[in-house]
């Protein structure tokens, strides 16, 4: 089956600073979504994008879907963006499978 | 419009009980889809339903079953609970077709003791 990685696994920033955050699929997929699991547990949507360029206020999110993968931009990064970041893609049967996560920690 | 509810948000079950999760999706949404997430396991597909009918499987044992009402409200159960069952329970709504966006619950937060 379709197998996700995720980079890097920890993150760790300064408030202020960029991060790109990247996700490799290892085969084509019809749609990709990225998502931020806040402390409590649930997973909020960012992107849907299975291919392009998007963007939503200080993060955007690139997927070059020929070369199977997917990058998420935070800029000027804030306290509040800290937690885990996965990034799921549909497999054949249309499951989501996700990658294993990046854990961002934004320190004032 | 009102997002994805999931009730109860924390259950302290013991060891050989059973449990019953409920999941109510967006209004419109026609598939519903449950995820286990544990440390080491990360999230694994449990099962999908749409329009009533079990669509999709995951690769868990006989003890996990769900449904589907025709509301599209969902419930999943667990029999004889293992310790190991411990973990967040999350469901996800979609409108169904092709490869649409899924929109995530809450989720309910299981511990087994």
């Known amino acids: 089956g379709i197998q996700v990685e995720q980079s890097p696994p920890d993150l760790i920033l300064q408030e202020g600073a960029n991060s790109t955050l990247r996700c490799n699929f290892s085969?084509?997929?019809?749609?990709l979504q990225w998502f931020h699991q806040n402390p409590w547990g649930q997973l909020i949507n960012l992107f849907y994008i299975p291919s392009g360029t998007k963007q939503n206020g200080r993060l955007s999110a690139t997927t070059v879907a020929t070369e199977r993968y997917s990058l998420l931009y935070i800029s000027s990064s804030q306290t509040t963006d800290s937690g885990v970041y996965f990034c799921a893609v549909p497999s054949n049967t249309g499951k989501l499978i996700f990658g294993q996560g990046t854990t961002l920690q934004v320190k004032p | 419009k009102a997002g994805v509810t999931q009730t109860p948000r924390y259950l302290i079950k013991t060891r050989g009980q059973q449990v019953t999760l409920s999941c109510s999706p967006i209004s419109g949404h026609r598939s519903v889809s449950w995820y286990q997430q544990t440390p080491g396991q990360g999230l694994q597909f449990l099962f999908e339903y749409f329009s009533e009918t079990q669509r999709n499987k995951g690769n868990f044992p006989g003890r996990f079953s769900g449904r589907q009402f025709s509301n599209s409200r969902s419930e999943m159960n667990v029999s004889t609970l293992e310790l190991g069952d411990s973990a967040l329970y999350l469901c996800a709504s979609s409108v169904g077709q092709g490869w649409a966006e899924q929109y995530f619950g809450p989720g309910t937060r299981l511990t087994v003791t």
């Open positions: 085969d084509s997929v019809n749609n």
